[in-house]
Structure formats: C-alpha cells, structure tokens
C-alpha cells in the first residue's frame, strides 16, 4: 500500500471552501486595514471614490480566483 502524506491526508478531508470564524475574523480585519487607505488616497489625490472603489473589488475577486 503506498504511503500518503499528510498535506494529502489533510486536504482530502479537508472542505474546499470554509467560512468559518477565521475567515470571518480575515475579512474584516482586512476591511479595518483597506478602507482608512482607500480613504485617505480618494482624499488626497482627489480621486473618484467610485472608481477607486470599484476596481479594489475588482483586484479583490482576481486575486480570489
């Protein structure tokens, strides 16, 4: 029988995707992170919010995926 490692082990039984508390936590840790930054450049440089807005939740979903 040949031997199974356990990164295998792990990700067979493992979901695909999990939202958990952790990811949770993530998500909105990030938020906390991101949106004073976003802000403060749509301020500064005088930027349309929506634009800048709209193509952070694009590079969002892209690095996702």
């Keep these: 029988m ?3 490692s356990t990164a295998a082990a792990r990700t067979a039984t493992r979901p695909r995707l999990s939202f958990d508390r952790q990811e949770w936590s993530g998500a ?3 938020l906390g992170t991101d949106l004073p930054l976003l802000v403060g450049v749509i301020l500064a440089c005088g ?3 929506t634009s800048v807005l709209i193509g952070f939740g694009v ?3 892209a690095t996702a995926l």
Aim: proline share 8%.
């Design 47 to 49: 930027l349309a919010a």
């Design 59 to 61: 590079m969002r979903i």
């Design 2 to 4: 040949p031997a199974v």
């Design 28 to 30: 909105f840790g990030d």
